[in-house]
């Protein structure tokens, strides 16, 4: 599976942004697909998740900021990023995990958020 992320940028402290991640090749193997992010310093972590069949899993730090959101006929799944905060700035990744275990990421996107 490979996965293409777009849609990061520069954003002002309260601003919204979208993330988008397209994935290709053995896309019929994808059962959880999601973000991840990881700032300068800090250890990569979950962003939010969402099943194949639509089941959705939020870290605490963005519920109710952001919504994730996944086309299964075209191989998407979005990010929404409302009210963003400076804190929120990180290098998101795509993330999928397959059925029978394999894990795959995509490259990072830029998110800054300013204050």
């Known amino acids: 599976v490979q996965l293409q992320a777009s849609g990061g940028g520069l954003v002002q402290a309260g601003g919204s942004l979208r993330l988008s991640c397209a994935a290709s090749g053995s896309t019929f193997s994808i059962n959880v697909i999601g973000w991840y992010r990881q700032a300068p310093g800090k250890q990569r972590e979950l962003v939010a998740t969402?099943?194949?069949?639509?089941?959705?899993n939020y870290a605490d730090f963005v519920k109710g900021r952001f919504i994730i959101s996944r086309d299964n006929a075209k191989n998407t799944v979005d990010l929404q990023m409302n009210s963003l905060k400076p804190e929120d700035t990180a290098v998101y990744y795509c993330h999928v995990n397959a059925w029978g275990g394999m894990a795959y990421w995509g490259k990072g996107t830029q998110v800054t958020v300013s204050s």
């Open positions: 969402i099943s194949s069949g639509g089941s959705t």
